[in-house]
């Protein structure tokens, strides 16, 4: 069940209670999350490169440039773009926790760019497959570090909104790609821009995100960890409330993070064995490795590259159609992803990914039967019923598996290991997407129909392991949420999260009121007989 216990006109953090506030009327964090807006783009540039492969894929003349190529070497060429993602994973968490998360955004950005300029130029088939390598190797650094930057960024408030609308900004880069090689199909099957435009405009993401990174500052959980502690407090201030250092929020965050960070620090090494080296990590473990495979092998990766095929199975082969099609389900699954943002602490993780999946499995087992109808008949009804169905998955899916993919895989991991086991679920989707693109063409020209019934057996399967280890973590503050993984073990968990620490935090009694300006959630003053430092020092004695 989730964690209801703020009112609505309250949020939680650490067991206190802060009156809820309206962003558009804070200065600081209202240019900090139209920035952030641009940072999310990362995922876009996945979601325009699934639509514009479906695109090119149906338009004439990108078949005329390129010979028409045959199931294998489309196969190829859109699994390489995973292939250049896996290569990456070994750098993407060093680039994140040594360089910081901007560094990581732009680097990755300038990546990306390089490909799409080798892509635009596409000579040849193998110019175009090498050129989508660096694409996919751009995409996994940025990737790394992106959700990071804005999980670690955003005001306690609205973590869960931010971070979920990350991943549906990919829905926002299908539609334009999508729409875009509609619009330039018109061009003719004989001109080659209408192809190269949309092309060229994958690196359109990456610009923006390249401009407006030098907006935003660093991480202040990055800032601590390498020690600049001052520069942190300010990020903070700076961001949560209006630049005051002694606003009560500020400084139990500033606290929660110190403390947690040099914790880890000095109880956990920070190799990839702390993946499995606890009972709670193995449990984030199993989650961040279905999350991969599950958001990719649930039958949406059928549609995200090989909507032409499926629309072939159907019986609609003509391009304009099939062009209009995949950009009316793009739209709609944006707009489902995007209202589902809000209403990810209201409805909780555990009952939308359980609603979810369940929806996926009894529209795909419908989808699945007039699959069978329509080869077998060539039932117009049932093939319009298919496309409806089609549409109805996807509407399921949107309801958790596009926005809290990204969402709820950062938050349960504690800072010492995030960028790792963020590196986990990418590794686990581009293992997908690889199966996907290099498989399912091959599957389904072999099988048809009938390979829909591998998908209808997984998802029964994704269902159950949804059911077993998924927990809720709605209304939990990012440091707190290792109580519902480590208990009264955690780390911070069992020094402030946890009624046992709490009763410590009473003892210890850290905080003392003194005067001056107030910040948007109150004024509140460390004690100048304890200060972060003394006061982590008699926590941590309590380990010993």
């Given at each position: 069940m989730p964690f209801y216990t703020a009112s609505k006109a309250t949020f939680e953090v650490a067991g206190r209670e802060f009156p809820r506030i309206t962003w558009w009327n804070e200065p600081g964090m209202r240019s900090l999350y139209i920035c952030l807006g641009f940072v999310v783009l990362t995922s876009a540039t996945n979601g325009y490169d699934g639509s514009l492969m479906n695109g090119l894929q149906a338009m004439n003349s990108w078949k005329r440039e390129f010979h028409d190529p045959s199931t294998s070497a489309r196969g190829l060429l859109n699994a390489i773009m995973s292939v250049g993602s896996i290569c990456a994973l070994p750098v993407v968490p060093y680039t994140a926790d040594i360089l910081g998360r901007r560094w990581g955004i732009i680097i990755g950005c300038t990546i990306m760019i390089l490909g799409v300029i080798l892509q635009s130029i596409g000579i040849n088939m193998q110019l175009l497959?090498?050129?989508?390598?660096?694409?996919?190797?751009?995409?996994?650094?940025?990737?790394?570090?992106?959700?990071?930057?804005?999980?670690?960024?955003?005001?306690?408030?609205?973590?869960?909104?931010?971070?979920?609308?990350?991943?549906?900004?990919?829905?926002?880069?299908?539609?334009?790609?999508?729409?875009?090689?509609?619009?330039?199909?018109?061009?003719?099957?004989?001109?080659?821009?209408?192809?190269?435009?949309?092309?060229?405009?994958?690196?359109?993401?990456?610009?923006?995100?390249?401009?407006f990174i030098w907006f935003v500052p660093e991480s202040p959980r990055f800032l601590i960890a390498k020690g600049k502690h001052e520069q942190a407090l300010r990020v903070l201030a700076d961001v949560h409330a209006r630049g005051h250092e002694d606003d009560e929020l500020v400084q139990l965050e500033f606290s929660e993070i110190t403390e947690t960070i040099k914790l880890e620090q000095e109880y956990e090494s920070n190799g990839w064995q702390q993946l499995i080296k606890t009972k709670g990590n193995r449990h984030r473990l199993i989650i961040l490795i279905s999350l991969g495979f599950f958001s990719q092998w649930s039958g949406n990766g059928l549609v995200s590259y090989y909507m032409t095929d499926v629309l072939n199975l159907v019986g609609i082969k003509e391009e304009n159609l099939q062009l209009e099609i995949n950009g009316i389900l793009n739209i709609v699954n944006f707009l489902v992803a995007l209202f589902m943002c809000f209403w990810i602490d209201k409805l909780g993780r555990r009952p939308l990914f359980l609603t979810a999946t369940a929806g996926m499995l009894g529209s795909f087992i419908i989808w699945t039967v007039c699959a069978s109808i329509v080869a077998k008949e060539s039932n117009t009804r049932a093939g319009n019923a298919e496309i409806a169905f089609i549409f109805i998955f996807y509407c399921f899916y949107n309801m958790a598996w596009s926005g809290l993919l990204v969402g709820y895989a950062v938050e349960i991991l504690p800072y010492n290991i995030r960028a790792k086991g963020m590196t986990v679920l990418w590794l686990a989707i581009d293992l997908s997407l690889f199966f996907n693109s290099y498989v399912n063409p091959v599957a389904l020209g072999e099988l048809g129909w009938k390979y829909y019934i591998v998908y209808d057996c997984w998802l029964a399967f994704e269902l159950f392991i949804v059911w077993l280890f998924y927990v809720e973590t709605s209304n939990t503050a990012l440091e707190e949420i290792v109580k519902h993984f480590d208990g009264e073990s955690a780390l911070l968990g069992g020094a402030v999260a946890t009624e046992k620490g709490r009763q410590l935090v009473e003892q210890i009694d850290t905080f003392g009121r003194a005067g001056g300006e107030e910040g948007i959630h109150g004024t509140n003053h460390f004690s100048d007989e304890k200060t972060p430092e003394v006061v982590t020092e008699e926590r941590k004695s309590t380990f010993n």
């Open positions: 497959t090498a050129s989508r390598f660096f694409v996919g190797f751009g995409v996994a650094i940025a990737h790394g570090a992106s959700p990071l930057l804005v999980t670690e960024l955003v005001h306690p408030q609205h973590r869960a909104i931010y971070t979920t609308i990350y991943n549906c900004t990919w829905y926002f880069g299908s539609i334009i790609a999508s729409w875009t090689v509609f619009g330039t199909a018109k061009l003719g099957p004989n001109n080659n821009w209408a192809w190269r435009v949309p092309v060229v405009l994958q690196a359109l993401p990456s610009c923006l995100q390249l401009i």
